[in-house]
């Protein structure tokens, strides 16, 4: 066979084996095989299966997304909520109102709140009966020191140059208090104690001093003002509220309506400090306040009036002490031949003899009737130094006080004695409200009599507060400072007796305690020390002027001028022992004169006569009449 015969004969039965099979698929689509039209139905099926198999996997997504975007949602809008509510809280008014008594720190019915001069104190009152009263400290405090109360004695005094005002303490009906001898009625006990404190009435407290109160009660407050001052006022034009702070979220103190008045005390940004009439001090917003004009706020007077006038000398004092033990010893015109410009004298002639309140006298007529001669006043010296005497018992008493007084005034009427001075040096420092006390009675009669009333004190230290310097410089003519014992006789260090540093300060210091320059006069020494220092060992010995130049001659002690004394300074080492003195003399005393001149002091005196060369009254003339 040729090849194309095989190759027609193979492509026959490819067609032949076609037809086979069309054969064959024809016949099944005839026993029930899809026609065209259910094709496309299949087709649709799957289209639609596909669909569904889509949709249940877009359910399934959305099932899984849904409650993540509700979540989102959810946290979406609690955050909104929270911080909407955190901006609608910022500026949104509190409405919650502090509580009262905390704020005024009043805790106990019988509290009552003190608001003084725009100020919320920490100091309560005490309501008794329907009455206030304040204690005795805080009267001090923020009214008057005057007040002597005495529990022993169940007694107040208010003592004013010309008599004493004084109550019982605890009374119960009847209340009553005296000016002088004359009985005056009260609403009110004048004063009360518990546990030993003492509480004055505040109707009481009107009486002597200037101050403006009102009180409010729910809580118990009182609204003081004790400074006349000038206040800037503010009408609210909106009703408000005063806060504790300022800002709208702090605590509401009080209830502002339209037209109330306040005090503006201090202006913020947004808000001003402000105190309303009934005692709150808070904040207002600045927006709700129309300014207003200024008010005075004018003081109650007090009835019972204070007015010193002190008794005063022509020119300056040179007021010489002249140390005296014996009546008969003692002798003006010998003991003064050498002094010069010398117008006052101070014999110490009374001492204090027992807790009595005893006084012994050395007083001479003759001596004062010489000196008066001589155109020279004699102060009497009224001293405690020679005898131990327990001055709290005298003083603390009213009739022991009296008995002292009276002896006073009367043996200064007896001698003619032109004033009193005082040298009292063992004050207990708890005796000084009894010193004070004393000094303001007698200062009634010394006043009364014209006799001048003098102290002594030395230069002011924080031990001797309570020799009580501002009541001196009230109630008395002059006050001494004793400008010397800068050292003294046992100290346990070398140094001066009164160095131009020592001096001036002690002026200036007893002028910073209350006692006006024109009444101060400064004592100077006529003494000095030689101090010895001997195995470690230091002692002194005390040398009056001419004493002591004679003892730098004799053990050949070289002085030289110090600028930080103004005092000529020796010292000598003669085998295991070292010597050292301070001079007084002309040239220093010349500078303490220079000093007293510039502060304007009164003047000058001397502790004590017979110590002095004769040429220091040079010094001390030249300064009396400069």
Same mark, same amino acid.
């Given at each position: 066979?040729?090849p194309?015969?095989s190759?027609r004969?193979g492509?026959?039965?490819n067609?032949q084996?076609?037809?086979?099979?069309?054969?064959i698929?024809?016949?099944r689509?005839?026993q029930?095989?899809?026609?065209?039209?259910?094709?496309t139905?299949?087709d649709?099926?799957?289209?639609?299966a596909? *669909?569904?198999k889509?949709?249940k996997?877009l359910?399934?997504t959305i099932g899984?997304?849904?409650?993540?975007?509700?979540?989102l949602l959810?946290?979406?809008v609690?955050?909104?909520f929270v911080?909407?509510?955190?901006i609608?809280?910022k500026y949104?008014?509190?409405?919650? $109102?502090?509580?009262k008594n905390?704020y005024?720190?009043?805790f106990y019915?019988?509290?009552?709140a003190?608001?003084i !001069?725009n100020?919320?104190?920490s100091?309560k009152?005490v309501?008794y009966?329907n009455? !206030?009263?304040?204690?005795e /400290?805080d009267?001090? *405090?923020f009214?008057t020191?005057?007040?002597y109360? !005495?529990?022993? /004695?169940?007694?107040i005094?208010?003592t004013t140059q010309?008599?004493?005002v004084?109550?019982?303490?605890?009374?119960?009906?009847?209340?009553t208090? $005296?000016?002088? +001898?004359?009985?005056?009625s009260?609403?009110?006990a %004048?004063?009360?104690?518990?546990?030993?404190k003492?509480?004055i009435?505040?109707?009481?407290? &009107?009486?002597?001093?200037d101050f403006?109160?009102t009180y409010f009660?729910? %809580?118990s407050?009182?609204?003081?003002?004790?400074?006349?001052?000038?206040?800037?006022?503010?009408?609210i034009n909106?009703d408000t509220k005063?806060?504790y702070r300022?800002?709208?979220?702090?605590?509401?103190l009080e =209830?502002?309506?339209?037209?109330?008045i306040? $005090?503006?005390?201090?202006?913020?940004?947004?808000?001003?400090?402000?105190?309303?009439?009934?005692?709150?001090?808070?904040?207002?917003?600045?927006?709700?306040?129309?300014?207003?004009?200024?008010?005075?706020?004018s003081l109650?007077p007090? =009835?019972i009036?204070?007015?010193y006038?002190p008794i005063?000398?022509?020119?300056?004092?040179n007021?010489?002490?002249?140390?005296v033990?014996?009546?008969?010893?003692?002798?003006?015109?010998s003991?003064v @031949?050498?002094?010069?410009?010398l117008?006052?004298?101070?014999?110490?002639?009374?001492?204090?003899q027992d807790? +009595?309140?005893n006084?012994?006298?050395?007083?001479n007529?003759? $001596?004062?009737?010489?000196a008066?001669?001589?155109?020279?006043?004699?102060w009497?010296?009224?001293?405690?130094v020679d005898?131990?005497?327990?001055?709290? #018992?005298?003083?603390?008493s009213?009739e022991?006080?009296k008995?002292?007084?009276? @002896?006073?005034?009367? *043996?200064? &009427?007896e001698y003619?004695?032109?004033?009193i !001075?005082?040298?009292?040096? &063992?004050?207990p420092?708890?005796?000084?409200?009894?010193?004070?006390?004393?000094?303001r009675?007698l200062?009634?009669?010394?006043?009364n009599?014209?006799i001048?009333?003098?102290?002594?004190n030395?230069? %002011?230290t924080?031990s001797s507060v309570h020799y009580?310097?501002?009541?001196q410089?009230?109630?008395?003519?002059?006050?001494?400072?004793?400008?010397y014992d800068?050292?003294w006789a046992t100290s346990s260090?070398?140094g001066?007796?009164?160095s131009?540093?020592?001096?001036?300060?002690g002026?200036?210091?007893?002028?910073?305690?209350?006692?006006?320059?024109?009444?101060?006069?400064?004592?100077v020494p006529?003494?000095t020390?030689?101090?010895? @220092? *001997?195995?470690g060992e230091?002692? #002194?010995d005390?040398?009056?002027?001419?004493?002591?130049?004679?003892?730098?001659?004799?053990?050949?002690?070289?002085?030289?001028w110090?600028?930080?004394?103004c005092q000529y300074?020796?010292?000598?080492e003669?085998?295991?022992t070292i010597?050292?003195?301070w001079m007084?003399?002309?040239k220093s005393?010349?500078?303490k004169?220079?000093v007293?001149?510039?502060?304007?002091?009164a003047?000058?005196?001397?502790w004590k006569?017979?110590? +002095? %060369?004769?040429n220091v009254?040079?010094?001390?003339?030249?300064y009396?009449?400069s």
């Amino acid at each position: 066979m040729r090849p194309e015969d095989s190759r027609r004969r193979g492509t026959e039965n490819n067609i032949q084996r076609d037809r086979n099979q069309r054969d064959i698929e024809i016949p099944r689509r005839r026993q029930g095989s899809p026609s065209r039209n259910a094709s496309t139905r299949y087709d649709a099926d799957r289209v639609a299966a596909r *669909k569904r198999k889509r949709k249940k996997k877009l359910v399934r997504t959305i099932g899984k997304v849904v409650p993540f975007v509700v979540a989102l949602l959810l946290i979406a809008v609690i955050v909104g909520f929270v911080y909407g509510s955190k901006i609608v809280d910022k500026y949104s008014y509190s409405g919650e $109102y502090a509580d009262k008594n905390d704020y005024f720190e009043v805790f106990y019915d019988y509290q009552v709140a003190l608001i003084i !001069n725009n100020e919320k104190m920490s100091e309560k009152g005490v309501h008794y009966k329907n009455t !206030n009263y304040l204690s005795e /400290e805080d009267v001090k *405090k923020f009214f008057t020191d005057r007040f002597y109360i !005495n529990t022993d /004695e169940q007694e107040i005094r208010y003592t004013t140059q010309d008599y004493i005002v004084k109550a019982k303490l605890n009374q119960s009906e009847n209340f009553t208090y $005296y000016v002088g +001898e004359e009985a005056r009625s009260l609403n009110s006990a %004048p004063a009360i104690t518990n546990d030993g404190k003492a509480y004055i009435s505040v109707e009481y407290i &009107k009486l002597f001093a200037d101050f403006d109160v009102t009180y409010f009660d729910d %809580p118990s407050r009182l609204v003081i003002y004790t400074e006349a001052k000038q206040l800037q006022t503010a009408k609210i034009n909106k009703d408000t509220k005063v806060r504790y702070r300022g800002g709208v979220k702090s605590d509401i103190l009080e =209830d502002l309506t339209e037209g109330d008045i306040v $005090y503006v005390l201090e202006e913020l940004e947004d808000w001003a400090k402000v105190q309303t009439k009934s005692g709150y001090i808070g904040y207002v917003e600045i927006k709700r306040l129309d300014k207003g004009g200024m008010e005075t706020v004018s003081l109650e007077p007090a =009835d019972i009036m204070l007015s010193y006038n002190p008794i005063k000398m022509n020119g300056k004092i040179n007021m010489a002490f002249h140390q005296v033990f014996d009546a008969n010893a003692s002798d003006f015109t010998s003991d003064v @031949t050498s002094t010069k410009a010398l117008n006052v004298i101070a014999p110490t002639w009374f001492r204090f003899q027992d807790d +009595e309140g005893n006084i012994k006298s050395v007083a001479n007529g003759n $001596y004062v009737n010489n000196a008066h001669n001589a155109g020279v006043q004699v102060w009497a010296v009224w001293t405690d130094v020679d005898n131990e005497v327990n001055l709290k #018992s005298i003083f603390h008493s009213s009739e022991k006080r009296k008995l002292v007084i009276d @002896t006073m005034i009367s *043996k200064t &009427k007896e001698y003619g004695i032109d004033g009193i !001075n005082l040298d009292l040096e &063992k004050i207990p420092s708890d005796a000084g409200e009894d010193w004070a006390e004393f000094l303001r009675e007698l200062s009634i009669e010394t006043h009364n009599a014209g006799i001048i009333l003098s102290v002594d004190n030395y230069a %002011p230290t924080a031990s001797s507060v309570h020799y009580k310097r501002d009541v001196q410089g009230e109630v008395c003519d002059f006050v001494v400072v004793m400008g010397y014992d800068e050292h003294w006789a046992t100290s346990s260090e070398a140094g001066s007796v009164a160095s131009i540093g020592f001096v001036e300060d002690g002026i200036v210091n007893t002028n910073k305690c209350g006692v006006p320059m024109n009444k101060i006069i400064n004592a100077v020494p006529f003494y000095t020390r030689v101090w010895k @220092t *001997k195995n470690g060992e230091l002692s #002194s010995d005390t040398f009056g002027i001419k004493g002591a130049r004679n003892w730098c001659n004799e053990n050949g002690i070289e002085l030289n001028w110090n600028d930080e004394t103004c005092q000529y300074y020796g010292y000598k080492e003669n085998g295991d022992t070292i010597y050292q003195i301070w001079m007084e003399d002309e040239k220093s005393l010349e500078a303490k004169m220079s000093v007293m001149q510039s502060q304007g002091i009164a003047g000058v005196a001397e502790w004590k006569l017979g110590l +002095e %060369p004769e040429n220091v009254w040079d010094v001390i003339a030249a300064y009396i009449n400069s």
